[in-house]
């Protein structure tokens, strides 16, 4: 089958499109003839490689992904071939502790799709079919695959960790990401005044378009601390901070928020080291909560809400397969507004 991989550690031009193994399942899993994949900077670390990662080469990246079932394991009973179909690309063991009660990203085991295992950017991917949900007919397939990822995480995030509640002052950095699109959609579902960043007046514009309350740009308000603090919120302060950001925002991060705030990080695509004050921390009592992912529930949950059309997952742009370098490179570039996919037809 055809596949963007990589056969050695490195940059974005380590992409080959070409030919690789052909896939087979197990029992319990099922094989998915890809319609769209959608980008996720995931792919560029697991290119990137970390220490830790130790992956068989050549090796097909891709998270996110929908298409037509093809073929499935002979234990699979609730899926049927030729469904159209998403996937969870969390993976976990489904056996331990944690799986068993439904708290899957705990799980020693847990992966995702395209991290360890082969992923979506191919003509055919495999996945167990816990992970595989139905999209309803009259669901596009570009919207089932732009979703997974990035609003699991996001509806963890804002609805598990933080408990957002109607009133409550969210702040987003960088809205025009993946997470950060479909953490405004999210807040807003929940009742939450939401005070976004963005880096150009477009971008300014179809945040609010999105539902973000304000947006400010980051490149005109170096300070925007203050102005929050006393202008938006009214000298409340903010309630939960979205932070997938790290390094460029963290600081900035602990000064919005109110005494007793929450602090919500789920990446650093900026760099994973910073400064913290302590003393911040106790005498304003912050929490800090990591997240990563999200459960099967969650996944469910917030999927139905995206099927039911409440949460609308943004497509900045669709490139053909073939072009999976390029779309990395944009991807990596932060030009864009939603999510970056391919097609594969
Ligand atoms: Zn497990």
């Known amino acids: 089958m055809k596949a963007a991989y990589f056969s050695k550690h490195g940059k974005i031009d380590e992409i080959s499109i070409g030919e690789v193994d052909d896939l087979s399942i197990s029992p319990n899993e099922v094989l998915i003839e890809t319609r769209f994949a959608a980008l996720n900077h995931l792919d560029i670390f697991v290119i990137n490689g970390w220490p830790g990662l130790n992956i068989k080469k050549p090796h097909v990246i891709g998270a996110d992904g929908s298409g037509?079932?093809?073929?499935?394991?002979?234990?699979?009973?609730?899926?049927?071939?030729?469904?159209?179909?998403?996937?969870?690309?969390?993976?976990?063991?489904?056996?331990?502790?944690?799986?068993?009660?439904?708290?899957?990203?705990?799980c020693k085991n847990f992966s995702i799709i395209g991290e360890h295992g082969w992923g979506t950017f191919a003509e055919y991917f495999k996945i167990p079919e816990i992970n595989v949900l139905k999209v309803p007919k009259m669901f596009p397939l570009d919207k089932a695959a732009a979703a997974p990822l990035t609003f699991l995480t996001a509806y963890r995030m804002l609805k598990t960790q933080a408990n957002v509640k109607q009133g409550d002052y969210v702040f987003i950095h960088g809205a025009g990401g993946g997470i950060s699109t479909a953490a405004i959609q999210i807040a807003k579902y929940f009742g939450a005044k939401v005070i976004a960043t963005t880096s150009t007046p477009e971008k300014i514009a179809k945040a609010i378009d999105i539902g973000a309350d304000h947006v400010l740009n980051y490149n005109e308000m170096k300070d925007y601390t203050k102005y929050v603090?006393?202008?938006?919120?009214?000298?409340?302060?903010?309630?939960?901070?979205?932070?997938?950001i790290g390094k460029a925002t963290f600081q900035n991060s602990i000064r919005l928020l109110r005494p007793g705030g929450q602090l919500i990080t789920c990446g650093a695509t900026t760099g994973p080291f910073t400064k913290?004050?302590?003393?911040?921390?106790?005498?304003?009592?912050?929490?800090?909560?990591?997240?990563?992912?999200?459960?099967?529930?969650?996944?469910?949950?917030?999927?139905?809400?995206?099927?039911?059309?409440?949460?609308?997952?943004?497509?900045?742009?669709?490139?053909?397969f073939n072009q999976t370098g390029e779309a990395e490179t944009y991807l990596n570039s932060g030009n864009q507004f939603g999510k970056v996919l391919l097609n594969f037809f």
């Open 68 to 106: 037509i079932v093809k073929e499935v394991g002979s234990q699979v009973t609730t899926i049927d071939v030729g469904e159209e179909v998403t996937i969870n690309p969390g993976i976990s063991c489904g056996k331990c502790e944690f799986c068993l009660s439904g708290r899957q990203v705990f």
């Open 229 to 244: 603090y006393k202008e938006l919120t009214e000298r409340h302060g903010i309630d939960i901070v979205i932070d997938s």
């Open 276 to 320: 913290l004050n302590i003393a911040n921390l106790f005498w304003k009592h912050l929490e800090i909560k990591g997240t990563s992912m999200g459960t099967q529930g969650e996944f469910r949950e917030v999927m139905k809400l995206v099927f039911e059309r409440k949460l609308n997952p943004i497509i900045d742009k669709i490139f053909p």
